[in-house]
């Protein structure tokens, strides 16, 4: 069995409230967890009252981010804020020479990290072969937030793709795009171009 959550960013226009209204309306009971709905430099009775909120609801987080991460600090803040929260996994996007120092942060912490795939929008990882030709040599807890439309747009199959690299797939962001380019843009799932029922049956 798969637990189906909801990316954080989704609801980059939403307070918090809606945000759970909303994941309780489509029986929904897992969040990503992103800052603007809980700041890096909450406190600690800040974070408690987020999940007291979230628990009101029905609702866990289960992982924060996407975080970027350009720096060494950055990277230090990002593991220590998953650790307050209470969570053991991070969807990252580092600076690809911090990626050395990920490894290292995973092996202190003990943390799953999934770097966020982002297709032909920002050269930084824009498929799963590029995440993973990146990180197949580092620490197995390392490895890919496979964003199945943005892996489209980028002109791979995310069937094959998650396939290939499932044993390191550790968070996937579901969405239906309309075509294998730059151009192809998100839809309702089943109006766009990718093989559902395929992808389903593959995990």
Known sequence: KFKVGMAGYTFVRFDLQMTLETLQACDVKYLCIKDFHLPFK??????????????????????????YMKTKEEVDNAFEYAKRVGVKLIVGVPNVELLPYVDQKVKEYDFHYAIHLHGPDIELFPDADDVWN?????????CMCLDIGHDTRNGKDPVADLKKYHSRVFDVHIKDVT????????????RGIIDFPAFVKML
Do not use: Q
Not at 134 to 142: A, E, G, N, T, Y
Not at 179 to 190: A, D, L, N, P, Q
């Open 179 to 190: 075509g294998t380019t730059k151009e192809g843009y998100s839809v309702e799932i089943g």
């Open 134 to 142: 990146h990180v197949k040599d580092l620490d197995p807890r390392i």
């Open 42 to 67: 909450s406190t600690d009775a800040e974070i408690a009252a987020f999940h007291a909120k979230c628990a009101e609801y029905g609702v866990t987080g289960y992982a924060v981010g996407p975080i």
